[in-house]
């Protein structure tokens, strides 16, 4: 009688512990687990968004899908992720896409310095016919788009000194993303650029292998940048999107009632996460000045001679990109940017 009476309360804690989690035993056996992996703090507005997407999977899928997220690099640097999500050893990535940028040469679209001027017409854009049509592109990579995640305008910092100039950016040796376009453009602004994987970054910076480099200023501050670096010049010069990604493998396993809840999902966390880069980014400023950098705006008589110097860069690149996509990609600007008139 002991015994049976041991077994049903083993049984009866098994399935309670199941129920906290809100699964029941048959949904716990049959759970398709997912791994997403991205390089940001969990303090960052991206970090607080997917898991906010990890929670809406599992509850609209009644916890037949669960979505576990790997922080900080965990799983890898970002070129490392994509590889491993085109492979399908990896289910879903978040971050940005510059790492199959020459591969994807449309993507280079985005290293195209003062492209956008505001964060409303860049997530207009990119939830619009072209930003589907780029990430429909990567299809053939074994990559499925679900949306463009959120994104944010960088901003310069180094630790030599401060930015008021575009002759004071001469000769820095910065960090820029893994792309040819962001080369040239970083070069012909007088700089010395050197495309590095981001989570080799901060090492360099600190044993000054690095003077500085380019990031938003959300990014800054959750990775600890003021640690290692003593100006902030605010710049606005690009803005980088980043995008929810999925392997076709993983993709292809799911019903189709559970891609679109997980596509629903991923919609609900763009949102999310973009409000909160915005709010994160009207703070952190302020956060960055009281752990000692020093904080600057490069005057607009000056960033007109630094898209000056950019611009044949630009013009040559067009062609890179594709001279027609890059005309559709301005004149969804321009209808945008019309109709705030």
Known sequence: MKLIQRRSLIAGLAFATLAVLGLAPAQAQDAKRARLGHSFADSHPRAIAMKQFAADVGKATDGKVVVDVYSSATLGSEDKMLIAVQSGTQDLYMGALSPIAARKKALQIFDFPFLFASDAEAAHVLDGPIGRQMLDGIADMKMRGLVWAGGAFRNMSNSKRPLATMADMKGLRVRVMQSPMALASFNAMGMNAVPMAFSEVYPALEIKALDGYEHPVVDMYANKMYEVQKYLTITN????????????KWWASLSAAQQQAVQQA????????????????????????????????????ELEKIRAAVQPVIDKN????????????????ASYRNTKR
């Open 237 to 248: 010069h690009v803005y980088t999107p980043v995008a929810l990604i999925a392997s076709d």
């Open 318 to 333: 067009q062609a890179t990109v594709g001279t027609e996509f890059a005309q559709s990609f301005y004149a969804a600007l």
């Open 266 to 301: 991923a919609e609900k966390a763009r949102t999310v996460q973009r409000s909160e880069e915005l709010r994160q980014a009207g703070e952190v400023v302020a956060e960055l000045k009281s752990h000692g950098m020093q904080v600057g705006e490069m005057p607009a008589a």
